[in-house]
């Protein structure tokens, strides 16, 4: 059995009085493709944001490989080895798709000579090849909001990869991306994070997604995890299918 | 066509050369020139989308210490003038640069704005020590170890603020380019996504504010030097609001844009307050307003449209980058 990366334990924290995360305790072992699914609210994004230090919970505890990362900042988590994809590309629009890889490469590497030019940087080779990754090298000078969503998408996530993380957590990868594009974003998505040995977690909606390319499923309900187990068992479980899947 | 590429050079030489047929006009171009190298210092925070309204304090601080020391010691070098009173402004710029990075937009404006004003009043109330509102009087310093009479003094400090001018240009163009240059425009357009890169935004902002209140620091220094007085009005809040606008003048956010502004805005301001000392301020307006209006992106941006024209499909600002 593969080690834990992250572990969540007895994650709390409300909004409001909706309790957007009651008692979560989640595992993401290190190799796994880990898809969390639920209806809209149930608190997908808020763990997300809570791992990546946007938000703190009001109790329990998020470690990574052994450390606790609960309230340290967002640049702290990243500097740790944990990347993040938005559900809505967070991309610098006034930057080609080169610059905005390069800018995340010289981060990885802490390289911040104030004489050395940006696009001068010794890693825009390996930038080139992980846009080829994505099949996204024709785009390098081009402008990001000159891009459609789904292309915005990818280089959102190209940016994360370009950060070299052990973990890659992503919202919703595909939505706003046509069905014929779906899965031709995330064979090539699946093929990136293999190729850099990358373990990841996605909030997908798309249960064919989940079917064809999660490992284990963890399944949301009113902050609460439901379910946790391999897609082709919590998929046909008849309560799953009753209050997330709607069938 | 490759008139209009060389424009830049060709003007820079015009200004280099006019002080020997205009001898007078040196005091003018150093004034200038010195209020560029703060501008730079405005430029550089506006890459980041934030406006300063208080630079004018670092400018105050070196040309105050300018002074301090010239009276202190009984005389000084340039060099060293130039050294201390930079070195001062961008360590006032670290220490006040750690309250004001946390705040963003106008309230970033507003706080430079009430930190200059208490140097300001600091500056104008301690009067056994800075002379209050008479300010303090600056001697001519050595020059690299010469003593130099006034004249030629004058000829000197001008061609060295032109050569600061240029190695400030080269300086602030190659640290724009770099990744702390390329992570500060980062703030204007998603610092969500720079925090999710590992970079801390605040700490980016940091460096930029003591680059650019040394860069403010080593004007205040020039102009002190050149007027041979130092004034509280230095500091005040409408001085702070002239490098701004002298920064969209130029061409908000560009660095050959803020000695271009700098240099027309002088000349019509002497012009203006020579031939209609009544109405200069308005004439002034009405050249902003005609800028603002017609050539948003300043003088620099009048000139990437004229190299458009001239060389058609090969465009004048480049590629991949919408600055």
């Avoid at chain 1, 046509?178 to 998505?189: A, C, Q, V, Y």
């Avoid at chain 2, 820079?12 to 010195?34: D, E, Q, Y």
């Avoid at chain 2, 061409?251 to 020579?274: D, P, S, T």
Wanted: charge should be neutral; glycine fraction near 10%.
């Amino acid at each position: 059995m593969s080690a834990t990366l992250l572990e969540a334990r007895n994650l709390c924290i409300s909004f409001g009085g909706v309790q957007a995360a009651d008692g979560i305790d989640l595992d993401v072992r290190d190799g796994e493709r880990l898809a969390i699914i639920g209806p809209n609210g149930a608190g997908k994004t808020t763990f997300l944001n809570i791992c990546t230090g946007y938000l703190t919970p009001a109790a329990g505890s998020v470690r990574f490989r052994g450390h606790d990362i609960t309230a340290l900042a967002p640049r702290t988590i990243t500097r740790m080895g944990i990347a993040r994809a938005f559900q809505s590309p967070q991309l610098f629009h006034e930057q080609c798709v080169i610059d905005n890889l390069l800018l995340a490469a010289a981060a990885r590497e802490r390289a911040w000579n104030p004489f050395r030019p940006l696009r001068e940087r010794p890693e825009r080779d390996e930038m080139v090849a992980l846009l080829e990754l994505f099949g996204l090298a024709e785009y390098a000078a081009s402008m990001v909001d000159e891009l459609p969503e789904g292309t915005r998408k990818l280089i959102d996530i190209a940016v994360a990869l370009a950060l070299r993380p052990q973990l890659l957590l992503m919202d919703e990868p595909t939505s706003g991306v046509s069905s014929l594009e779906k899965f031709r974003i995330m064979d090539l998505l699946v093929n990136a994070l293999a190729v850099q040995g990358v373990t990841s977690v996605f909030v997908e909606h798309d249960m064919e997604m989940v079917e064809r390319y999660a490992d284990r499923v963890a399944v949301w309900s009113s902050g609460r995890i439901q379910s946790v187990g391999p897609p082709d068992q919590v998929l046909t479980d008849p309560a799953v299918m009753r209050d997330v899947i709607g069938v | 066509m490759r008139l209009v590429r060389f424009l830049p050079a060709v003007l820079v030489l015009a200004v280099a050369l006019l002080p020997l047929a205009v001898p007078w006009l040196k005091i003018i171009l150093t004034v200038a020139l010195a209020k560029g190298l703060a501008v730079l210092g405005v430029v550089v925070l506006l890459r980041a989308g934030q406006v300063s309204f208080g630079h004018a304090m670092f400018f105050a601080a070196s040309a105050y210490s300018a002074a301090f020391l010239m009276q202190g010691f009984g005389g000084m070098d340039l060099a060293v003038l130039l050294l201390a009173g930079t070195v001062c402004s961008g360590a006032m710029g670290a220490v006040i640069g750690l309250f004001v990075v946390r705040y963003r937009y106008i309230f970033f404006g507003m706080l430079n704005l009430a930190f200059s004003m208490v140097l300001y009043a600091l500056l104008e109330k301690m009067f056994h020590v800075t002379g209050g509102s008479d300010g303090m009087a600056v001697g001519r310093p050595t020059y690299f170890g010469f003593e130099l009479a006034r004249t030629a003094f004058e000829t000197a400090l001008f061609y060295t603020s032109l050569v600061l001018a240029g190695a400030a240009c080269w300086c602030v163009h190659r640290f724009l380019r770099s990744p702390l240059g390329e992570a500060l425009s980062a703030i204007r357009t998603n610092e969500t996504r720079l925090e999710y890169l590992g970079i801390s935004a605040r700490r980016v902002l940091l460096i930029a504010y003591v680059l650019s209140a040394a860069l403010a620091g080593l004007g205040g220094t020039v102009i002190a030097v050149n007027q041979g007085v130092v004034t509280p009005d230095l500091g005040y809040w409408i001085r702070s609001g002239e490098f701004v606008f002298i920064a969209i003048l130029g061409g908000a956010g560009n660095v050959l844009g803020a000695f271009a502004g700098a240099l027309v805005y002088e000349l019509v301001r002497f012009y203006a307050a020579a031939m209609a000392a009544d109405v200069w301020q308005m004439i002034l307006g009405f050249v902003l307003l005609g800028i603002i209006l017609f050539a948003s992106r300043g003088f620099v941006g009048l000139y990437q449209d004229l190299v458009a024209v001239a060389a058609p499909g090969r465009p004048g600002r480049e590629r991949g980058r919408k600055r």
